[in-house]
C-alpha cells in the first residue's frame, strides 16, 4: 500500500508540475508571439512576393501593410543583415535581435510556418515554393488562348451534365477542375481535355532545360539520364528502348494527384513517392536542377523579424536554473507531505491487519480462534468483525463435527454390539440359531443397512454427486404411492393416514407438470410420513395434501408446488424447531433408533429439496401437532433455474 501510495502521489506531482510548466509556457508563448496565424501569413505573403519577383526591390510597400494590418514590426535583411526593408521607419527603433524569426526562401520553404499560411497552397516534397515558376510561366497570349479552350471546355461538360470550373494555376495555364475533384467523370464525354495537357513552346523550352540539368547531375553520379514529363515525373532509366529510336526510354510516368494540374510543370505539383535506389538518386537530382533553374527567377533568401511595436523579437521559452529549481522544490515538497500522510494511514490501517493475520496463522496451526479487536466501522473494522463471525462459525462447525462423528459412532455401534453379542450367544451355544434368531440378526442387519444409506446419501450430497433422474410426476399419484407403502405402519400405530383433496390451488393441473426424481422425492416424503407416524399418538391422524401456491415471477403458469404432511401428534418445541433439520436431531433425547431414529431423516430430507431447486420448511404447535411444506419450482421454472451447486442431474 505504501509503495503504491508513494507511485500515485509521485505521478500526481509530475503530472501537477508539468501541468503548471505548460501553462506557463503557454502564456508566456501567448503573450510573447501573440498570433502564430498572423505570423503565418506574414511569412507567406513575403514568400509569394519571393517567388514572383527576381529581387527585393519594392517589397517595402508590402511590408508596411503587414505591419499595419498586423500591429507588429516587420523588418527583412539580407543574410549578411543588410536592411531591406523595415517598417519601423524611426532613427531611434530599437535594433534588431540576432535570432531571426523566420528565412524567407522560396526554393527552402519553413514547412511549419507555411503549413499554418492563409493561401493553403502547401510545399512539395522539395521544400520548393508553388508559386515559384520561372521560366514556365505562359505568356499573355498562350494564357488567352489556353483560357478560351478551357472555357469551351468548361462548357461541353456542363451541356454533359458535368459540373465544373476553369481553374487558373502559378504559371498562368488554366485547367478544367471537374466538381467534387473526380476527373474520371469526363472520360466518357466528348469533351477532349488532352488539349489543355499539350505543353506550349516555352514550356518545352523550359522543361528541356530542366531535363538537362537533371541528366547532368545524374551522368556526375554515373546513372543514366531520363526524360521528364510535364507534370516533371520520368520513365524507368532500366527499361528497353524503342525499336528505331537509339537510347529513347519508355516512359513510364508516375501519375501526378488529381488535384495537381496536369499541365503545369511548376513545384505545385508534389512529387509523388519514391522507391529504390535509383529513385531516389533522380528525385534528388531533378530537385537540385529545380533550383538551379528557378534561382534567377526568385528573390535571395531574406532574414524576417517579427516583433512588437518597442522592437522586441520571439524569443524560445526556456526555464532558468532558478525556476526549475523551484518548481522541484515545490514538487519534493508536496511529495514530501504526501508520503508522510500515506505512512501515517498505512500503519493505522497495518496495524489491525498485523492482528488478523496473526489470528488465522493461530487458526491455521490448531489453536483455539480468538477475537481480534474491531477499530471501527470502516473497512478494516467490518473485515474484521467479518474475521470474528467466521471464527465463531468455524468453531460450531468443529463441534458439529464432533458431535455427529460421536453420533455415527453411537448409530453404529449398537446394532453392530446386537449383532456381536447374538453370534457369541449361539458359538457359545447358549442360542439356538433357529428362524426367530436369524430374523433377529436381519432386523439388526437391516437398521444398520439404514444407517449407513443415510450417511451415504447426506455424503454424496455433501460431495456433489448426489444424481437426480428428473421425469414428468404426477404428484397426487406419487403421494398416494407414499401412503400405501406406509399404511401398514400408520395401522399398526392406530394412526389414520390420508391424502387429502387441495382445496387452495389455483391451477390444479400444473400438479401433472413437476419435473423431479421420483425415488428421490418419495424417499423425502416418506421420511417426513414416517417421522410422523412415529410421533403421532394413537388415535391421531397424518394428511398428506399438494397443491400450487400461485404462478411464477412472470406471470406464467408453472408456479410453485407445495407438498404438506400434517400430523397431529406431540408437536415440537419452540427452541428446537429450527435445529428440526439438523443431523442427528431427534426430538425424544433417546438414543435408540427404535424410538427415536437416528436423526438423519430430516437432513436428508432438506438435501434431497435442495437438490431439485426447492425448499422445506416446519411449523408446529406444542401439543397440537406439525406440518413440513416442500416447496418445489414447477416445469417452468425449472426450465430457468440452474442446477443448485453441488448436485448433478443426469436427463
Known amino acids: 500500500m505504501l509503495a503504491v501510495s508513494a507511485l500515485v502521489a509521485a505521478c500526481s506531482v509530475a503530472a501537477t508540475a508539468w501541468i503548471a510548466v505548460q501553462t506557463t509556457s503557454g502564456a508566456i508563448k501567448q503573450e510573447q508571439g501573440q498570433n502564430l496565424t498572423a505570423d503565418a501569413r506574414i511569412y507567406d505573403t513575403l514568400l509569394e512576393y519571393a517567388a514572383r519577383n527576381p529581387t527585393w526591390d519594392g517589397v517595402g510597400a508590402t511590408v508596411r501593410e503587414l505591419a499595419r494590418e498586423s500591429g507588429r514590426r516587420v523588418a527583412l535583411t539580407t543574410q549578411g543583415r543588410q536592411p531591406l526593408a523595415d517598417s519601423a521607419t524611426e532613427p531611434t527603433a530599437p535594433a534588431l535581435p540576432p535570432q531571426a524569426s523566420a528565412v524567407v ?148 510516368p508516375v501519375p501526378a494527384p488529381r488535384d495537381a494540374p496536369a499541365e503545369q510543370a511548376a513545384p505545385s505539383v508534389e512529387m509523388p513517392e519514391r522507391t529504390g535506389e535509383n529513385d531516389r538518386a533522380i528525385a534528388s537530382c531533378v530537385g537540385t536542377a529545380r533550383s538551379e533553374q528557378l534561382s534567377s527567377y526568385v528573390a535571395s533568401p531574406a532574414l524576417l523579424f517579427i516583433g512588437d511595436e518597442g522592437g522586441a523579437t520571439l524569443p524560445g521559452f526556456d526555464l532558468s536554473p532558478a525556476n526549475t529549481a523551484k518548481i522541484a522544490g515545490a514538487a519534493a515538497l508536496v511529495l514530501t507531505l504526501t508520503v508522510g500522510a500515506s505512512v501515517f494511514a498505512g500503519a493505522r490501517l497495518v496495524r489491525p491487519l498485523h492482528a488478523l493475520t496473526g489470528a488465522a496463522q493461530r487458526m491455521r496451526d490448531g489453536e483455539e480462534p480468538a477475537s481480534v479487536p474491531v477499530s471501527g466501522d470502516d473497512e478494516v473494522g467490518r473485515l474484521a468483525a467479518a474475521f470474528n463471525d467466521m471464527s465463531a462459525h468455524r468453531a460450531r462447525l468443529e463441534e458439529q463435527r464432533k458431535a455427529m462423528v460421536s453420533d455415527v459412532a453411537h448409530e453404529l455401534r449398537t446394532p453392530l454390539s446386537n449383532i456381536r453379542g447374538w453370534l457369541e450367544a449361539a458359538q457359545d451355544g447358549l442360542a439356538d440359531p433357529d428362524p426367530a434368531f436369524v430374523a433377529s440378526l436381519l432386523e439388526e442387519a437391516v437398521l444398520l443397512q439404514h444407517i449407513i444409506d443415510d450417511l451415504q446419501d447426506l455424503a454424496a450430497a455433501d460431495a456433489g454427486v448426489l444424481r437426480l433422474h428428473p421425469e414428468s410426476v404426477e404428484v397426487r399419484e406419487l403421494l398416494s404411492q407414499v401412503a400405501a407403502a406406509h399404511q401398514a405402519r400408520a395401522e399398526n400405530a392406530g394412526v389414520t393416514l390420508t391424502v387429502a383433496a387441495a382445496t387452495t390451488a389455483p391451477d390444479p393441473s400444473a400438479l401433472s407438470a413437476l419435473s423431479a426424481d421420483p425415488v428421490r422425492l418419495r424417499q423425502a416424503v416418506g421420511n417426513l410420513v414416517s417421522n410422523a407416524v412415529r410421533h403421532t399418538p394413537e388415535g391421531g391422524r397424518v394428511t398428506l395434501t399438494a397443491y400450487v401456491a400461485g404462478p411464477d415471477a412472470s406471470g406464467q403458469s408453472g408456479g410453485t408446488v407445495v407438498i404438506e404432511v400434517t400430523d397431529t401428534g406431540s408437536g415440537i418445541p419452540a427452541d428446537d424447531l429450527p435445529h428440526v433439520f439438523d443431523r442427528f436431531w431427534r426430538a425424544e433425547k433417546s438414543r435408540s433408533r427404535r424410538t427415536g431414529g437416528s436423526g438423519l431423516g430430516l437432513a436428508i430430507v432438506r438435501k434431497l429439496v435442495e437438490a431439485h431447486g426447492g425448499t422445506v420448511e416446519a411449523t408446529s404447535t406444542e401439543g397440537e401437532g406439525s406440518t413440513f411444506a416442500l416447496r418445489l419450482p414447477g416445469a417452468s421454472d425449472q426450465d430457468r433455474r440452474p442446477a443448485p451447486d453441488g448436485m448433478t442431474t443426469a436427463f
Open 105 to 252: 526562401d522560396p526554393l527552402s520553404v519553413d514547412t511549419v510556418l507555411a503549413a499554418r499560411g492563409t493561401d493553403g497552397q502547401g510545399t512539395a516534397a522539395d521544400r520548393i515554393d508553388p508559386r515559384a515558376v520561372g521560366p514556365f510561366r505562359l505568356s499573355a497570349a498562350d494564357s488567352r488562348a489556353l483560357r478560351r479552350t478551357a472555357d469551351d471546355k468548361v462548357e461541353c461538360l456542363n451541356r454533359a451534365g458535368i459540373a465544373s470550373d476553369v481553374v487558373v494555376g502559378a504559371s498562368g495555364r488554366p485547367r478544367v477542375q471537374v466538381v467534387g475533384n473526380d476527373p474520371e467523370r469526363a472520360l466518357g464525354t466528348r469533351c477532349d481535355l488532352a488539349a489543355l495537357d499539350t505543353p506550349t513552346r516555352s514550356e518545352q523550352k523550359a522543361l528541356d532545360a530542366l531535363t538537362e540539368l537533371s541528366d547532368a547531375c545524374l551522368e556526375r553520379q554515373g546513372r543514366k539520364g531520363v526524360r521528364l514529363n510535364s507534370d516533371l515525373s520520368w520513365g524507368d532509366p532500366a527499361s528497353v528502348t524503342v525499336p528505331g529510336e537509339p537510347g529513347a526510354l519508355v516512359p513510364r
